[in-house]
């Protein structure tokens, strides 16, 4: 168990739709990563927060947000779902925002979009 | 930008023989190397990490990975294979802005 935790685990919708998902980082840490995990794409980096401010941002669709609030965890909505958007969805966390610091995996949340 | 290369997609070893997942690295500046397994429905587990200092490192679950500078390479090794190692593996890097760029991953096959 690595501390970090997503909910729900498993979430199927209708296109169009829009859903939350969320994430609570490890205790201590400040930093939360989202990803995408999906056949054909591998696993992309979506957005990242530290102590509740955007840091870095990746291949993330403009239907999709995120934000960390103060308590530090995190939720990332996804809008107007499309079938593309069916994936496996996981949250990391790490202690600080440095090169050297490891992040640690939820779960995952998986996302089928019908 | 910051990228990693798993050449294979697939690697299968007998179990007891030594397993090599090989990984290339592209950076400008200091490398922050990373390898994760991800077993079937389940999230990325840590194995290990490259930041400075002794070019083996030793992670868990006896893995250990082999930074070589020269070669711009960051394999992933085990001495002897457990079909419990069955698995994918991600070799990873720090990119700039700290998040961690993910190779595409390479499947392990352990044969009984």
């Known amino acids: 168990d690595s501390g970090v935790t997503q909910t729900p685990k498993h979430l199927i919708t209708a296109t169009g739709q829009r859903v939350t998902l969320r994430c609570s980082p490890r205790?201590?840490?400040?930093?939360v990563y989202w990803y995408q995990q999906s056949l054909d794409q591998g696993l992309q980096f979506l957005i990242q927060y530290y102590n509740g401010e955007e840091r870095a941002k990746g291949n993330i669709l403009e239907r999709f947000s995120a934000q960390q609030f103060p308590d530090l965890h995190s939720e990332l909505n996804l809008s107007s779902l499309e079938l593309g958007d069916s994936a496996l969805y996981f949250c990391?966390?790490?202690?600080?925002?440095?090169?050297?610091?490891?992040?640690?995996f939820g779960e995952g949340s998986w996302l089928t979009v019908v | 930008a910051q990228s990693v290369a798993q050449p294979e997609d697939q690697v299968n070893v007998a179990e007891g023989n030594p397993l090599t997942v090989k990984c290339t690295y592209s950076v400008s500046g200091n490398p922050y190397l990373f390898w994760y397994v991800q077993y079937p429905n389940r999230g990325l587990q840590f194995l290990l990490k490259?930041?400075?200092?002794?070019?083996l490192v030793k992670g868990s679950y006896g893995f250990e990975a082999e930074f070589n500078k020269s070669q711009t390479s960051f394999h992933l090794k085990k001495p002897s294979a457990l079909v419990s190692d069955s698995a994918l593996y991600f070799c990873?890097?720090?990119?700039?802005?700290?998040?961690?760029?993910f190779g595409k991953g390479t499947r392990l096959h352990i044969l009984p």
């Open positions: 205790s201590g840490d400040l930093s």
């Open positions: 990873a890097v720090r990119d700039v802005g700290d998040k961690i760029i």
């Open positions: 990391a966390s790490s202690v600080a925002a440095s090169a050297g610091n490891t992040i640690y």
């Open positions: 490259y930041i400075t200092g002794d070019n």
